[in-house]
């Protein structure tokens, strides 16, 4: 499957943006998917992921109550809605997808990635 990321920019602190991510090649509903992010010198961290229908949703204990994901099948799309944006917040976000339908929150679960979009959040 290929991941396309998307609707990343520049927000102040306590604003709001919306990723999307879009997915071609295989069936989008065979597929956990997953957002992660990468802040510079960091290394890549979980921020949510999402079941293969779409009924069970999971969040890094940082973005709790901010982000929302969600995903719709018929249209091979999930999104992060991110709300309450912090400066810590600022990041490469990536999405994520792997076969197992069993959500995962470790950068080695997902097989398939995205290129990345990146979120910077001023203060």
């Known amino acids: 499957v290929q991941l396309q990321a998307s609707g990343g920019g520049l927000v102040q602190a306590g604003g709001s943006l919306r990723l999307s991510c879009v997915a071609s090649?295989?069936?989008?509903?065979?597929?956990?998917m997953a957002w992660f992010r990468q802040a510079p010198g960091k290394e890549r961290e979980f921020v949510s992921a999402?079941?293969?229908?779409?009924?069970?949703?999971y969040y890094a204990d940082s973005v709790k109550g901010r982000f929302t994901i969600s995903r719709d099948n018929a249209k091979n799309t999930m999104s992060l809605q991110m709300n309450s944006l912090k400066p810590e917040d600022t990041a490469v976000f990536y999405c994520a997808a792997r076969t197992l339908n069993v959500v995962a929150s470790t950068t080695r679960a997902y097989q398939y990635w995205g290129q990345g979009t990146q979120v910077t959040v001023s203060s």
């Open positions: 090649g295989r069936t989008f509903s065979n597929y956990v």
């Open positions: 999402i079941s293969s229908r779409g009924d069970s949703v």
